[in-house]
């Protein structure tokens, strides 16, 4: 079992920072790219951004230069710092990994539940 957790969700404000961090727990052999998707109101589901094991990062058009996905060494966290937040960040934050339980499982994405963060004065 595969268990990702998402937290520091919550109210920001225009032109504020929000950072969000996300674990991956449980039967681990390797975790290779991890990254957060959002799905606003009415909206669909879309890339945020993404890390791959060696460090490349990947970032949804509308939020780049703006926020900035890391992850430490080695570990299974990955954090999402989100700054100059605007009303059009509000939506619920997913985190994603794609994990092998053993050497000899195929990779499988998963999900968690997300974390709702909402951008308002």
């Known amino acids: 079992q595969v268990q990702v957790v998402e937290s520091g969700g919550g109210l920001g404000h225009p032109g504020g920072s929000l950072r969000l961090a996300c674990e991956v727990s449980g039967s681990i052999f390797e975790i290779t790219s991890m990254g957060w998707y959002r799905q606003g109101p009415g909206t669909q589901r879309e890339l945020v951004a993404s890390i791959s094991s060696n460090g490349d990062t990947n970032y949804g058009d509308s939020v780049k230069g703006r926020f900035t996905i890391y992850r430490p060494a080695a570990k299974n966290t990955v954090f999402l710092q989100m700054n100059s937040l605007n009303p059009e960040d509000t939506a619920v934050y997913y985190c994603?990994?794609?994990?092998?339980?053993?050497?000899?499982?195929?990779?499988?994405?998963?999900w968690g539940r997300g974390t709702q963060v909402t951008v308002s004065s």
């Open positions: 994603t990994s794609k994990v092998r339980e053993t050497w000899a499982a195929n990779l499988d994405d998963y």
